[in-house]
Every structure is written in structure tokens, then in C-alpha cells.
């Protein structure tokens, strides 16, 4: 299997957003070392429980901190931005490490209303994404009417499988990233290749599988682990923000008063994850690679405990065989 992290500078409760940042670096130092072959970072705007949203600031700072690992976006937000600001950055990192930068781009707005404000744009409107994606694409193949600087060979363009994301990777002939209920939408993930359109002669359907991944001792241990992240996701519905991890007591304490919905919502995000031993989590990544037919796996891994975190990424560098 082929292996890359992605890393969201999630924060923990009382850990300072600095501390999140730095530990994002330092663990890309880490798997740059374990051999790992992308290492990703996220843009989340004005969200408690994340640290980061400037990716590719994060990026040049990671670059410059490793030597043979991809780095990449996993993703910058389009609706966010100038087509041509994203196409600048993504050269400008280009130039920097050459060879190693990976732009991936997704369509998501903000997460509550005022951040989309905020950022400018509070509904995508009919066909915005996809001439955003378009804008960036001629910038960066020297399509459009103005030259990017600075001028080098862009990065690879990878698409993010929401706001319709898989339909226009195909349609661009770009690789896409899927995770969560889509891994089960073996329809969706079969028009995809089915309706690929080759850009270039070499090019072919490539998906990338996004995951959340956690190892421990035991299955029972390992479910545990994942608690801290599936309660952050089901408690965002209720109080409208990502919030930082807490501890799997904490938890645990919790779910025993939360409401039925909750509690439902939270087994329902961690039925997606992997969790297990390394033999289990294995077979787990071995059956979704060979059902999905994706060619890398993508894994998160937001464990409050950061020797969680490592032992993971010791696992999963383990299991790589490219």
C-alpha cells in the first residue's frame, strides 16, 4: 500500500494553537524520516479545534524542515480564494521544493456563516467552483492571459470529493481524494472512472482514499481512542464549531448523558474510521484499498495522545510497501 498522512494541527484541550502548529511540523520531520509518501495539511478558518489555515504557509515551513516527502494541500478551498492567488502559492512552493508539492483543492465554503462572510463568499452559485477550478488550471499550465510567477513546472492537481468534487475530477481528468459514506458509494466511485477524461495520454483514473486511522494494543483500546475525534464531530452539529479534542474520559462521561442522536452520530462517524491492531488495521486498509480501487491511502490520525499519534505513524510506515 501506499501511505500518506494528513495532518489538520487539531488542538487538544489546553494546548495552545502554537503548540498544534509546531507539533504539525515536527511530525512531518517524523515522517519525512519513516519514509512516509505525502505529508497534507488543511485549511479551517475560524474553527476552535483547528490550528491552521493557511496550508501553504504551513507548507514552506514544513519544506524547509524535510528533504525527500511530498507536501500538499489536502485542501485549500476555492471559494475562499483568487484562482490566481492559489495558483501563485502553489508555484511559488513549486520553486521552493521542486518536485515534492502536491495542490489539492476542494469546494467547501466556511463553516458557519460568519466565517463566510468574513471570507467573502457565503453561497458557491451556479458553475463557481468549477470556473474557479478552471481559472487555477490555466494558470498554472500557462493557459491563461497573464504568466504566473514564478514561472516553473506546476504541481499536481488533486480534487477533493465534495461540492461535486469526483464528478469534476473526471470530467478534468484529475486524481480525487474520498473519504467517509462515499467509500461506500461504490456507484459514485465507479463514474468516476467510468467517466474519466484523460487530459494527457498518461493519465488515468487515480483515487486517493481518505481515512481516519488509529492503532492500539487492542480493538478495544483503539476504539477508545477514536471517541475524542467522533465526539468532536457530532458536537459540532449541536454548537456549530469543531472543538478541541478532549480526553477519552471526558468523553466517555459525555456519552453516557448525551441524547440518543448524539450518540448515534458519534458510532456513526467512527464506523467509517479504522481502528484496531496493526494486524487489524492492515486487513482493514488492505479490503478498502481492493474494494475502492484506490491506488494510496490518505490517513488522519487525531488521537488526544501524541505517543498515539506516533505509535500510528509507526504502524502505518510499517505497512507501505511503496
Given at each position: 500500500?501506499?501511505?500518506?498522512?494528513?495532518?489538520?494541527?487539531?488542538?487538544?484541550?489546553g494546548e495552545?494553537?502554537?503548540?498544534?502548529?509546531?507539533?504539525?511540523?515536527?511530525?512531518?520531520?517524523?515522517?519525512?524520516?519513516?519514509?512516509?509518501?505525502?505529508?497534507?495539511?488543511?485549511?479551517?478558518?475560524?474553527?476552535p479545534?483547528?490550528a491552521?489555515?493557511?496550508?501553504?504557509?504551513?507548507?514552506?515551513?514544513?519544506?524547509?524542515?524535510?528533504?525527500?516527502i511530498?507536501?500538499?494541500?489536502?485542501?485549500?478551498?476555492?471559494?475562499?480564494?483568487?484562482p490566481?492567488?492559489?495558483?501563485?502559492?502553489?508555484?511559488?512552493?513549486?520553486?521552493?521544493?521542486?518536485?515534492?508539492?502536491?495542490?489539492?483543492?476542494?469546494?467547501?465554503?466556511?463553516?458557519?456563516?460568519?466565517?463566510?462572510?468574513?471570507?467573502?463568499?457565503?453561497?458557491?452559485?451556479?458553475?463557481?467552483?468549477?470556473?474557479?477550478?478552471?481559472?487555477?488550471l490555466?494558470?498554472?499550465?500557462?493557459?491563461?492571459?497573464?504568466?504566473?510567477?514564478?514561472?516553473?513546472?506546476?504541481?499536481?492537481?488533486?480534487?477533493?470529493?465534495?461540492?461535486?468534487?469526483?464528478?469534476?475530477?473526471?470530467?478534468?481528468?484529475?486524481?480525487?481524494?474520498?473519504?467517509?459514506p462515499?467509500?461506500?458509494?461504490?456507484?459514485?466511485?465507479?463514474?468516476?472512472?467510468?467517466?474519466?477524461?484523460?487530459?494527457?495520454a498518461?493519465?488515468?483514473p487515480?483515487?486517493?482514499?481518505?481515512?481516519?486511522?488509529?492503532?492500539?494494543?487492542?480493538?478495544?483500546?483503539?476504539?477508545?481512542?477514536?471517541?475524542?475525534?467522533?465526539w468532536?464531530?457530532?458536537?459540532?452539529?449541536?454548537?456549530?464549531?469543531?472543538?478541541?479534542?478532549?480526553?477519552?474520559?471526558?468523553?466517555?462521561?459525555?456519552l453516557?448523558?448525551?441524547?440518543?442522536?448524539?450518540?448515534?452520530?458519534v458510532?456513526?462517524?467512527?464506523?467509517?474510521?479504522?481502528?484496531?491492531?496493526?494486524?487489524?488495521?492492515?486487513?482493514?486498509?488492505?479490503?478498502?484499498?481492493?474494494?475502492t480501487?484506490?491506488?494510496?491511502?490518505?490517513?488522519?490520525?487525531?488521537?488526544?495522545?501524541?505517543a498515539?499519534?506516533?505509535?500510528?505513524?509507526?504502524?502505518?510506515?510499517?505497512?507501505?510497501?511503496?
Open positions: 500500500m501506499l501511505i500518506s498522512l494528513l495532518d489538520r494541527s487539531r488542538t487538544r484541550a495552545s494553537d502554537a503548540a498544534a502548529v509546531a507539533t504539525t511540523v515536527e511530525r512531518a520531520v517524523r515522517a519525512d524520516r519513516l519514509g512516509f509518501h505525502r505529508f497534507w495539511t488543511a485549511e479551517h478558518h475560524a474553527v479545534g483547528v491552521s489555515a493557511a496550508p501553504a504557509v504551513l507548507l514552506a515551513a514544513i519544506g524547509a524542515r524535510t528533504r525527500r511530498r507536501i500538499g494541500t489536502g485542501g485549500i478551498m476555492l471559494p475562499n480564494h483568487r490566481l492567488v492559489v495558483a501563485e502559492q502553489a508555484l511559488l512552493l513549486e520553486a521552493l521544493y521542486p518536485g515534492r508539492v502536491d495542490l489539492g483543492l476542494g469546494g467547501s465554503l466556511g463553516f458557519t456563516p460568519p466565517i463566510r462572510r468574513a471570507l467573502g463568499r457565503t453561497e458557491l452559485g451556479e458553475g463557481g467552483y468549477a470556473a474557479d477550478l478552471d481559472s487555477v490555466a494558470y498554472l499550465d500557462g493557459r491563461a492571459e497573464l504568466t504566473v510567477r514564478p514561472r516553473v513546472p506546476a504541481p499536481p492537481v488533486y480534487l477533493l470529493a465534495i461540492a461535486d468534487g469526483l464528478r469534476l475530477a473526471a470530467e478534468r481528468g484529475l486524481p480525487a481524494v474520498a473519504g467517509g462515499l467509500l461506500d458509494d461504490a456507484a459514485a466511485l465507479a463514474a468516476y472512472a467510468r467517466d474519466f477524461r484523460p487530459v494527457r498518461d493519465a488515468s487515480t483515487l486517493v482514499v481518505s481515512v481516519e486511522v488509529v492503532v492500539a494494543d487492542t480493538t478495544e483500546r483503539a476504539r477508545e481512542l477514536l471517541l475524542p475525534e467522533a468532536a464531530f457530532a458536537d459540532s452539529r449541536d454548537v456549530g464549531e469543531f472543538r478541541p479534542l478532549r480526553p477519552v474520559e471526558e468523553v466517555r462521561r459525555l453516557a448523558g448525551a441524547r440518543p442522536k448524539k450518540v448515534e452520530a458510532q456513526g462517524w467512527m464506523r467509517t474510521a479504522v481502528a484496531g491492531t496493526p494486524e487489524q488495521v492492515r486487513a482493514r486498509l488492505e479490503e478498502l484499498v481492493e474494494r480501487g484506490a491506488s494510496e491511502v490518505l490517513a488522519s490520525v487525531s488521537a488526544v495522545g501524541r498515539d499519534v506516533a505509535r500510528t505513524d509507526e504502524v502505518l510506515a510499517s505497512l507501505r510497501t511503496g
